[in-house]
């Protein structure tokens, strides 16, 4: 066990210093056009970015996605990321807990979250191959207003260390899903969910998604940078962000969707919300601006998107981000050809 822990916290360290590799391509949203109205009617006072979300209310659709937690030095950026969160008044989701349920002694740096931001939408984490049990703990450990549920089988793969056994994920996340009182939100970690995972965590009682998609942070990059002999198939594998939107919404089921994979604009958020998501996040691009140039510049870049948000939303006539979900857009380029390429089989049924 001490070497498992000794080897889990000296990967959480290499994937904080190796996240900003990239290189798997766009993540779509380029490709989505947004309208602009020269006749908005509306005056800068009428545009209202609060938005309520699993029984909270947030000053606009933002969350700083799953970054870290574990080792004593993840202590303080958790701590950050949870002063920011509440001075900007958006969501936070703590990194893998799974650490820290085997390992008693890492919990400090996931409790610190819920002390730095005692009244603020927290997101636990665990992985999909974590038991019910698991998950519960990890919700109880800082009272998690809902549950991220990691998948992650691309990134395991090329781990050298990693799993090679993804059985009995739908189980363990359906158990989830019946034993929680908070949410199960479904979460891809930068490969995208398709149509066909959807389906079958819809199946298993999920009724949030977050895409995950490609265009960010690329995990297959950061585990080969761990490797001695690289896995060069993974290099962009997977479905880009604005695709995974498309994909989970020409389902027509009644869930959320919370768009993350390679936001780094504001702009690309607004794209991101009127494909059709009801929250935006990120997670590479906000711990780049927190490590490299501090916590007060990050709450000044999320107060930045949100007063551009604003601007947005009056160009397109919009007086709350939701309603940019009903408005016109326009899809090229290659998101359009996904759309248009799609094979009409039938879906996978599960
Ligand atoms: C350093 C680092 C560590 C991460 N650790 C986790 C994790 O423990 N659990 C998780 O669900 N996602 C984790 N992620 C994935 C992010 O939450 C997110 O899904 C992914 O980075 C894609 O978003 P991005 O392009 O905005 O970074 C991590 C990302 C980074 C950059």
């Given at each position: 066990m001490p070497e498992i822990i000794a080897g889990r916290g000296r990967r959480k360290l290499e994937h904080l210093r190796f996240f900003q590799l990239e290189g798997n391509g766009t993540n779509g949203l380029e490709d989505v056009h947004l309208i602009h109205q020269a006749l908005p009617e509306l005056d800068w006072q009428d545009i209202d970015l609060s938005c309520r979300w699993l029984g909270k209310t947030l000053a606009a659709p933002f969350i700083i996605n799953a970054l870290t937690g574990g080792p004593p030095e993840t202590i303080e950026i958790n701590a950050a990321l949870a002063r920011v969160a509440r001075r900007t008044g958006i969501a936070m989701a703590v990194g893998s807990q799974r650490g820290a349920i085997e390992n008693k002694a890492w919990m400090e740096s996931f409790t610190i979250t819920r002390r730095e931001n005692p009244e603020g939408l927290l997101l636990a984490n665990v992985g999909a191959g974590n038991s019910p049990e698991?998950?519960?703990?990890?919700?109880?450990?800082?009272?998690?207003?809902?549950?991220?549920?990691?998948?992650?089988?691309?990134?395991?793969?090329v781990m050298p260390e990693g799993d090679r056994s993804f059985r009995g994920w739908?189980?363990?996340?359906?158990?989830?899903?019946?034993?929680?009182?908070?949410?199960?939100?479904?979460?891809?970690?930068?490969?995208?969910?398709?149509?066909?995972?959807?389906?079958?965590?819809?199946?298993?009682?999920?009724?949030?998604?977050?895409?995950?998609?490609?265009?960010?942070?690329?995990?297959?990059?950061?585990?080969?940078?761990?490797?001695?002999?690289?896995?060069?198939?993974?290099?962009?594998?997977?479905?880009?962000?604005?695709?995974?939107?498309?994909?989970?919404?020409?389902?027509?089921?009644?869930?959320?969707?919370?768009?993350?994979?390679?936001?780094?604009?504001?702009?690309?958020?607004?794209?991101?919300?009127?494909?059709?998501?009801?929250?935006?996040?990120?997670?590479?691009?906000?711990?780049?601006?927190?490590?490299?140039?501090?916590?007060?510049?990050?709450?000044?870049?999320?107060?930045?998107w949100q007063e551009d948000l604003k601007r947005i939303c009056l160009l397109t006539g919009c007086s709350t981000p939701a309603e940019l979900a009903t408005r016109r857009v326009v899809i090229t380029g290659k998101t359009k050809a996904w759309l248009e390429g799609i094979q009409q089989r039938p879906l996978r049924q599960v």
């Open positions: 698991d998950a519960r703990e990890a919700v109880a450990m800082i009272a998690a207003d809902g549950l991220q549920v990691h998948l992650n089988a691309a990134q395991e793969l739908l189980e363990n996340i359906k158990d989830m899903v019946n034993i929680l009182d908070v949410p199960v939100i479904a979460k891809e970690v930068g490969f995208g969910l398709s149509r066909e995972a959807a389906l079958q965590l819809y199946n298993c009682g999920v009724r949030i998604f977050d895409v995950g998609g490609r265009g960010g942070t690329d995990f297959a990059a950061i585990e080969n940078k761990r490797r001695d002999r690289q896995v060069a198939s993974l290099a962009y594998w997977g479905l880009p962000t604005a695709v995974s939107i498309l994909e989970i919404k020409e389902l027509s089921l009644p869930v959320e969707i919370v768009a993350t994979g390679g936001i780094r604009s504001v702009l690309d958020a607004a794209r991101a919300l009127a494909l059709g998501a009801k929250i935006v996040g990120a997670a590479g691009h906000f711990l780049k601006i927190l490590l490299e140039r501090g916590e007060d510049a990050l709450v000044q870049e999320i107060f930045d």
